[in-house]
């Protein structure tokens, strides 16, 4: 490919054809932005292009405050340029109309105000390939970056890699108040180091205000126009004019080192009501690594580094350590094969059987996959470490790029199980380091990469047969981990299959209650009943409170309470959903076959009673959650009660 440079490197719009269809900004709606969301993104991406091996892959995260207004005469901001694009923005009809417009008046506000300080991010990495590949086109990771929408690599290269989408890079101009983030990287050809240099938008395609109006594309590009088969194309500053270019900017990085750097200068979290502290967006970040990317810490392949430095000049540097809490998750992974676990503090692991059906492409036929649970109990001093994290009884889901893909409460709830943790070794992290079972994980990944769970990726790819893999995986999970900390299930986990209890709305928000009513019933066997549904973070928890009225007599009574999941066309199942129940130790309690949950005796001596269940619907997504609602039946047993008894949802 040739071009003849015609310019100095700058910002460069594209007037767009009258009949081409405009795009909005729609990157910071379609993915889950926040800093967690921004570092599970960079550090992956990061790690995804490590070159050696047998040293760590370094990434930098550097927060620095600047003031607003020196920060926009740098003349590399192009300021003047783009500031008429958010005009145009601000004035117009998308839905980010209120965030440009808020922007600008920010920005005037320096003008005659008091010094605003904003906050910059520098994320550097070494030990990783840089933006090679070809300037233009579809492959590469420099078009891959820098280029392309919703293009990831090729399924032989992704193997074992974190991403699958080519949506989740979208969080670094997410997290842009500008929407503009620039790179700059060095990669190896041959012998020889090679550098690039450019910058790029993602903003809403928009009108200018001229008569007649011009449409222009929200996809500019910083860097060098050049002529390429006669239509202007911009391409990246190269070789040693990025090496000057960078010089003393945040864009410069050590000439010996392949890898990239990239910089957002003004740093947002999408996710937070007001703007967080620099030291408050450390503390997030460093809080976010340990978390995600302990696995990778323990075994000296990731290096995480977050700087701060104010407006004063004062610099604070810390080398993200491996969390304390991780401990015991370190102490399962290395359990033998156990059938139960016996000792104090002890540890076992069981296998996994994960059948990934035939792919469609014919890869691969229908394979019997293993995966590995490696559980810990935990011993009295590391419980209340575990759980001030928020991670006590969790299993951490694990494949071969040594992220974690989630936390769940898996095996059981605090109180029905021995205090433990977990570790479910999947893919090219298991023991089989199965690359089968690797891809078929990653496909049943949301582009944010935080769930396993039935998608379109595995509808496409596999045989039926995809679906039950992954039910199974989770069905195992509990049944393996509770047989292991001697909890063994009897069988009565199984859905329900009837729920006929439904009433529309949203569940009370987490911590938040929602009562029923109390209400006399004179002519039935309870002079007053109250129902509630509150959440214990993953966990549907009901609370029953009943009475007995005076036409119930001395005989005994039934009841049942449960969970039901309401929606336009009925009930769904709700597969492997685990139930337990608190109650007094002269009630029984058994699971109800029509699918309400617990059908409950109470015996004649019992005047009043409170009852508690508990249901993990920690595998269900949030939509099939926010249909959750109680129920409690009091017709349970309908020899016993009137006709007029009570029956009432929530």
Request: aromatic residues 8%.
């Amino acid at each position: 490919m040739s071009g003849s440079p015609i310019a100095a490197p700058s910002w460069h719009f594209r007037r767009m054809r009258p009949d081409e269809p405009f795009e909005g900004d729609v990157e910071p709606f379609a993915f889950d932005y926040s800093i967690d969301a921004f570092v599970r993104e960079v550090v992956q991406n990061s790690t995804d292009q490590r070159v050696d091996a047998s040293r760590p892959v370094r990434v930098e995260f550097r927060f620095f405050e600047q003031d607003l207004k020196t920060l926009l005469k740098q003349e590399f901001i192009g300021w003047k340029t783009i500031e008429a694009h958010f005009k145009h923005l601000a004035q117009g009809q998308g839905h980010n109309t209120a965030h440009f417009r808020n922007l600008l008046s920010r920005v005037g506000a320096t003008d005659n105000g008091p010094r605003t300080t904003v906050i910059s991010l520098v994320v550097s990495d070494s030990n990783t390939a840089g933006l090679d590949g070809p300037l233009l086109g579809i492959k590469g990771n420099f078009c891959n970056l820098l280029r392309n929408k919703l293009v990831t690599k090729e399924p032989g290269d992704r193997k074992g890699g974190g991403g699958t989408f080519g949506i989740g890079k979208s969080v670094w101009w997410a997290s842009s108040e500008t929407r503009q983030v620039w790179f700059s990287t060095a990669y190896r050809e041959g012998a020889e180091i090679r550098r690039r240099m450019m910058g790029r938008t993602y903003l809403a395609d928009h009108y200018d205000k001229g008569s007649p109006p011009k449409p222009w594309s929200g996809d500019a590009y910083f860097g060098i126009e050049s002529i390429f088969d006669g239509e202007s194309v911009t391409m990246p500053l190269e070789g040693d004019a990025v090496l000057q270019f960078t010089n003393g900017t945040p864009l410069e990085r050590v000439a010996s080192q392949t890898g990239t750097t990239g910089y957002i200068p003004l740093f947002e979290d999408p996710s937070a009501e007001s703007r967080p502290s620099i030291e408050e967006l450390a503390a997030k970040t460093i809080e976010s690594i340990g978390r995600n990317f302990w696995p990778m810490i323990s075994l000296q392949g990731l290096e995480a580094v977050v700087v701060t430095r104010d407006l004063r000049g004062r610099e604070s540097t810390t080398t993200v350590p491996l969390p304390r809490w991780s401990e015991p998750f370190l102490r399962a992974l290395q359990a033998p094969s156990a059938d139960v676990i016996t000792e104090v503090a002890g540890v076992g692991s069981a296998p996994i059987v994960i059948q990934v059906p035939s792919r469609r492409d014919g890869e691969h036929g229908a394979s019997a996959t293993n995966a590995d649970l490696c559980v810990a109990k935990l011993s009295d001093s590391e419980s209340p470490m575990v759980e001030a994290a928020g991670l006590l009884n969790k299993v951490a889901y694990i494949r071969g790029p040594q992220m974690v893909i989630k936390y769940e409460q898996a095996i059981g709830q605090k109180g029905s199980v021995p205090h433990h943790v977990g570790v479910v070794r999947l893919g090219l992290y298991s023991s089989e380091k199965s690359p089968i079972q690797e891809q078929f994980i990653a496909d049943s990944e949301p582009p944010s990469h935080n769930n396993i769970a039935s998608s379109r990726k595995l509808r496409d790819n596999y045989e039926v047969g995809y679906r039950k893999a992954i039910d199974s995986l989770y069905g195992q999970v509990r049944n393996l981990g509770r047989k292991l900390l001697g909890r063994a299930d009897d069988g009565s986990d199984k859905p329900p299959k009837k729920l006929d209890e439904m009433l529309a709305g949203r569940p009370p928000k987490p911590g938040k209650e929602k009562d029923g009513d109390d209400r006399d019933s004179p002519s039935g066997p309870w002079s007053s009943s109250n129902i509630s549904l509150t959440w214990e973070g993953e966990t549907a928890k009901v609370e029953v409170e009943l009475r007995r009225g005076r036409l119930a007599g001395d005989r005994a009574i039934s009841i049942a309470i449960g969970i039901v999941a309401v929606g336009e066309n009925g009930t769904e199942p709700l597969n492997h959903l685990p139930y337990e129940i608190e109650k007094p130790p002269m009630v029984n309690a058994t699971r109800n076959k029509d699918g309400k949950g617990w059908i409950v005796d109470l015996p004649a001596s019992t005047q009043k009673t409170r009852l508690v269940i508990r249901a993990d619907v920690s595998n269900f997504d949030a939509k099939l959650r926010s249909r959750i609602r109680a129920t409690l039946d009091l017709r349970a047993t309908s020899s016993v009660l009137t006709d007029d008894a009570q029956d009432r949802s929530l």
